[in-house]
């Protein structure tokens, strides 16, 4: 009797217990994400490593990406081409500048529609989205961020949605962090 207690026991200990927050439902952002990044097609983003998405029990969703913020050409950097200008790096420093605005809107815009996506997350949990943003070591990386990390909770982004917030409204849910 003593052992089919004890592993009774075992088995509801050790058994698996269902995230709230379905694998489908994480894949279904990622892919959102990953799609998103590629889908410029005046001035791309550079999608360097697809975006992954985990829960964690009691905190929330999130996902990480690493990018460069605009598409780089192989041949830039070729044993056929001369090294760049410094006209041609101040141009790409600037395109980049220029973009990070642009990236961050972009994100938030994709972790409202993760707060639709994730319905198995509880409304007080949170949504974070990081972006690993890459440089060459022959470009000028100076006032760029390497990180962009926004969060905020489900429930901020249901009621932003619900009361059809302005963007300028709805930058204010985010916490930003650039490093």
Not at 87 to 108: G, N
Not at 117 to 123: R, V
């Amino acid at each position: 009797m003593r052992p089919v207690l004890l592993a009774a026991l075992a088995s509801v200990c050790f058994a698996a217990v269902e995230s709230p927050v379905s694998l489908g439902s994480l894949r279904t952002v990622e892919g959102t994400i990953n799609d998103r990044i590629r889908s410029g097609i005046n001035d791309p983003y550079d999608l360097l490593g697809t975006a992954r998405g985990t829960y964690l029990e009691g905190y929330g969703a999130v996902f990480s990406v690493e990018m460069n913020l605009i598409l780089v050409s192989p041949l830039i950097s070729s044993p056929f081409k001369a090294a760049l200008s410094e006209a041609e790096l101040a141009a790409m420093h600037d395109r980049k500048l220029r973009k990070v605005e642009a990236l961050k809107e972009m994100i938030r815009g994709l972790m409202i529609g993760a707060s639709k996506t994730l319905t198995g997350l509880p409304n007080n949990e949170h949504i974070v989205m990081e972006a690993f943003l890459f440089n060459y070591r022959w470009e000028t990386a100076r006032d760029l961020p390497k990180r962009l990390v926004l969060t905020t909770t489900k429930q901020q982004l249901l009621d932003a949605t619900a009361k059809h917030l302005g963007a300028t409204e709805i930058v204010k849910l985010f916490d930003e962090q650039e490093f």
